[in-house]
């Protein structure tokens, strides 16, 4: 199975713009979610999207959205963007594994610069 | 609300073992999950642990204690491509997704 995609690999944008960033999940999975990584604050959860519908949402402000399509690939957005905005966007894509346990598969990173 | 603690550093050096502790507050808990990730790159899915005891995946094994609320990662035999940072989550029933902690650096020195 092809892993879980995400484009574009690097942007570099200005603040006040706005971004768009695309996540195809693992064939099959159906839920995916969203992460923001920087040096300093971890891993941070911006939202889950399962079957079509946002499951769940992290403490973010409403600048960030996201949606899914039929096919389960995803899309965040952040809209007026700040220099703090700057980050590692991660998307996981979630199936419960032979394990029995949460198993998220992430995608490479949208490298977001923002100057 | 839910909270990962991890030691932000670990030193080892080739072929020792080393563990990488992670104590957890969360209610409905499910499960304790690590993940590795080498620089520039993607977080990978090592290991879960939902019952207590010792799962072992090669090198690599993972502890859970749940009536302590804390787990750990052992690495064996350690190799330099171990270098990277590890991460524990903890997937809340009650939230319906996972908390991550900040993650533990190790080095793994010749």
């Known amino acids: 199975k092809a892993g879980v995609t995400q484009t574009p690999r690097y942007l570099i944008k200005t603040r006040g713009q706005q971004v768009t960033l695309s996540c195809s999940p693992i064939?099959?999975?159906?839920?995916v979610s969203w992460y923001q990584q920087t040096p300093g604050q971890g891993l941070q959860f911006l939202f889950e999207?399962?079957?079509?519908?946002?499951?769940n949402k992290g403490n973010f402000p409403g600048r960030f959205s996201g949606r899914q399509f039929s096919n389960s690939r995803s899309e965040m957005n952040v809209s007026t963007l700040e220099l703090g905005d700057s980050a590692l966007y991660l998307c996981?894509?979630?199936?419960?594994?032979?394990?029995?346990?949460?198993?998220?598969?992430f995608g490479p990173g949208t490298r977001l610069t923002v100057t | 609300g839910q909270s990962l603690e991890q030691p932000s550093e670990v030193t080892a050096v080739e072929g020792a073992i080393v563990q990488i502790n992670c104590t957890y507050q969360?209610?409905?808990?499910?499960?304790l999950s690590w993940y590795q990730q080498h620089d520039g790159g993607a977080p990978t899915f090592l290991s879960y642990?939902?019952?207590?005891g010792l799962e072992e995946t090669g090198r690599f094994s993972s502890f859970l204690s749940r009536s302590d609320s804390y787990g750990y990662l052992l690495l064996q035999e350690l190799q330099m491509k171990d270098s990277a940072s590890y991460f524990c989550?903890?997937?809340?029933?009650?939230?319906?997704?996972?908390?991550f902690g900040d993650g533990t650096t190790l080095t793994v020195k010749p």
């Open positions: 996981a894509s979630s199936s419960w594994g032979s394990t029995g346990g949460y198993e998220q598969y």
């Open positions: 064939s099959g999975h159906r839920s």
């Open positions: 999207y399962f079957s079509e519908t946002q499951r």
């Open positions: 969360t209610s409905g808990f499910y499960g």
């Open positions: 642990n939902a019952l207590d």
């Open positions: 989550a903890v997937y809340n029933t009650n939230a319906g997704k996972s908390t």
